[in-house]
């Protein structure tokens, strides 16, 4: 067999062999390439790497939601105690209203004073009476008014007048605080700096406020003692703000700055209420002193037309029935344009 013959036998098995070393060798590289980081174990270290740098992260965000989460608990826990805590002072307050009613007015009067001062109005409202009227019964309804009525009247006018000075110096001196607290001073030295340099009544119910931290009771349960001497909601809004950051925590500044915002926005509302009611409350006024004025143009007028009214028992009790029914008209409109919010 020569050369030809065996080129002409082997050529075709050396073909095959050829293609088939080649598709091995292809196979083997693809497979390679495709097995070699899981079988060298490098993919497994970039996991792990992966999940080690994402794990604090992770964790970091749990911690900071629970964290947040116990916080609002906290917070719920302590206006629900708070609340609380007022519901069943208010109660205890309605049993001691007179003596409570006279430290809100700013008096130091005890409850004889009151009484002395109810029965000195009663008899000089008499003396009143007697001298206008000469008739006992009239003079009698006038020392009722000035025994009972106008004492009440002129606590409740007091209160009402103190209530708003305090509103009105109550955001300055929060203000104040404020300021301190960001300044790096302590809560406590904050609330001296206010009783001294605030005007009245702000700076004499921040005093007691020192004071009663001074005897031994805590920050909290001082403050706390600010709603009972001035039942608004601004002095309310202070006292679980400084309750809540004593016992959960925060930045104290930032929630009585915010506090101030709210109190000034509360303010302004109520002067705008004050502006758009006071064309109904001239009106209520001039109804209400029409029948008075008419009387005494007539009286000038026609004098013994108008006294057969004071001088008969049945003008008596026509002026009696008018002037009850005039009490009852000023009532209603006096709650129609009296607003709270």
């Known amino acids: 067999m020569n050369l030809t013959d065996l080129q002409a036998v082997l050529g075709p098995q050396i073909t095959f062999v050829a293609v088939a070393l ?3 060798f292809s196979i083997g590289g693809v497979l390679y390439a495709l097995l070699q980081p899981t079988l060298s174990g490098s993919k497994r270290r970039q996991e792990r ?23 609002r608990r906290s917070v719920q826990d302590q206006l629900k105690q708070f609340e609380e805590r007022q519901r069943t ?18 008096l130091t009067w005890e409850r004889k004073h009151f009484i002395y001062f109810s029965l000195a109005c009663g008899v000089f409202f008499m003396f009143l009476g007697l001298i206008f009227t000469h008739n006992l019964l009239l003079t ?43 300044a790096g001073l302590p809560l406590g ?19 007691k406020i020192v ?22 909601a601004e002095a309310n809004f202070f006292a679980i703000v400084v309750a809540i950051q004593q016992r959960a925590g925060g930045g104290l500044s930032e929630a009585l700055g915010n506090l101030s915002k709210v ?3 509360r303010k302004a509302m109520k002067r705008k209420i004050t502006a758009l009611s006071s064309e109904a409350k001239s009106s209520a006024a001039i109804i209400g002193c029409l029948p008075f004025m008419v009387t005494g143009i007539l009286f000038l007028v026609a004098p013994d037309y108008i006294m057969l009214l004071f001088t008969t028992s049945g003008g008596q009790m026509i002026i009696a029935g008018g002037l009850f029914w005039m009490f009852c008209g000023i009532m209603v409109m006096r709650n129609m344009i009296n607003f709270d919010f």
């Open 263 to 265: 109190l000034r926005s």
């Open 140 to 182: 009698a309804a006038f020392g009722f008014i000035g025994g009972l009525g106008f004492p009440r009247w002129y606590i409740g006018h007091r209160r009402k007048k103190r209530f708003n000075a305090f509103l009105n110096e109550l955001p300055g001196a929060v203000d104040v605080i404020v300021r301190g607290v960001k």
């Open 49 to 71: 790497v992966s999940q080690i740098s994402v794990r604090p992260q992770a964790t970091d965000v749990r911690m900071k939601a629970k964290d947040g989460e116990k916080r």
């Open 189 to 207: 030295d904050c609330l001296k700096v206010v009783a001294k340099e605030s005007p009245q009544p702000v700076a004499g119910e921040f005093q």
């Open 89 to 106: 002072k208010n109660d205890k307050l309605t049993k001691v209203s007179l003596e409570r009613r006279l430290e809100q007015a700013g």
């Open 22 to 24: 080649l598709a091995t």
């Open 211 to 232: 004071d009663t931290q001074v005897m031994g009771i805590s920050l909290t349960d001082a403050v706390a003692r600010l709603p009972e001497r001035m039942p608004l």
